[in-house]
Each structure stands twice: as C-alpha cells, then as structure tokens.
C-alpha cells in the first residue's frame, strides 16, 4: 500500500483494523490468564496432597512413639489449657472445694441461729 493510499483510507477503517488487532491482543492475553489459571489449581492441588501426606506421616509417627493410636485424654487437658479452660479433674477438683465451703458455710448458719 502506498503513502497515497494509507492516507485515503477512511476513519472507519483504521479503528476496525485497531479494534481487530485489539481484540486479537484481548484474546491471547485471556488465553494465557486462563491457562495461568489451571496450572496454579494443578499445583495447589499436588502441593495440598502433599501436606496431607506429610500430615499422615506425622500421625503414624506420632502413633510408633507412644505405640497406641493417642490418649485422648492426654489430647482433651492440652485442647483444655491452650483454649484456657479447666479440665474435667480441675472441675471435679473446684466442685469438691465448694461443696466443702457451703458445708462450713451451712454449719456455721446453723451455729448462728442456734445463739
């Protein structure tokens, strides 16, 4: 095409020719995201099944060490007083206090009222 011809070429013609190559761009660019989009899935999934992996063995070398699948027990005090709860033994422990304190408490209104 000559300089002659590039300059009669019409407005309309120009911004088609523009919006063409722009939708082209738009197209392979959309193309690469999607794609970016499935590989980053693909390898979050493989790494999530790795750190569950790793996660199994820790629990199977977890349970080799104390050589029975855990004490609960043991695992309920440690949920307990990270949460900063009392434990079933500190409760029983408390409640027997209180029922001692509202026995001398009991007896001493008793003694009161017999004055």
Same mark, same amino acid.
Do not use: C
């Given at each position: 095409?000559?300089?002659?011809? *590039? &300059?009669?070429?019409s407005? *309309? =013609?120009?911004?088609?020719a523009k ?12 193309? @690469?995201?999607? @794609? $970016?989009?499935?590989?980053? /899935? ?11 992996? #790793?996660?199994? @063995?820790?629990? #199977?070398?977890?349970? $080799? ?11 309920? /005090?440690?949920?307990?007083? =990270?949460?900063?709860?009392? =434990?079933?033994?500190?409760?029983? *422990? ?7 304190? &509202? ?7 008793? #003694?009161?009222?017999?004055?």
């Amino acid at each position: 095409m000559s300089d002659a011809q *590039a &300059n009669t070429e019409s407005p *309309a =013609t120009t911004l088609n020719a523009k919006l063409s190559d722009l939708s082209t761009e738009i197209s392979a660019t959309a193309d @690469k995201l999607s @794609k $970016a989009a499935q590989g980053a /899935v693909t390898r979050l999934s493989e790494s999530g099944n790795e750190f569950f992996q #790793e996660l199994i @063995k820790s629990g #199977e070398s977890l349970r $080799a060490k104390t050589g029975k699948s855990g004490d609960a027990e043991q695992w309920r /005090v440690r949920l307990a007083h =990270t949460l900063g709860l009392p =434990t079933r033994d500190e409760m029983d *422990a408390l409640n027997k206090k209180l029922d001692r304190i &509202n026995r001398k408490v009991n007896k001493l209104a008793r #003694e009161q009222k017999a004055k």
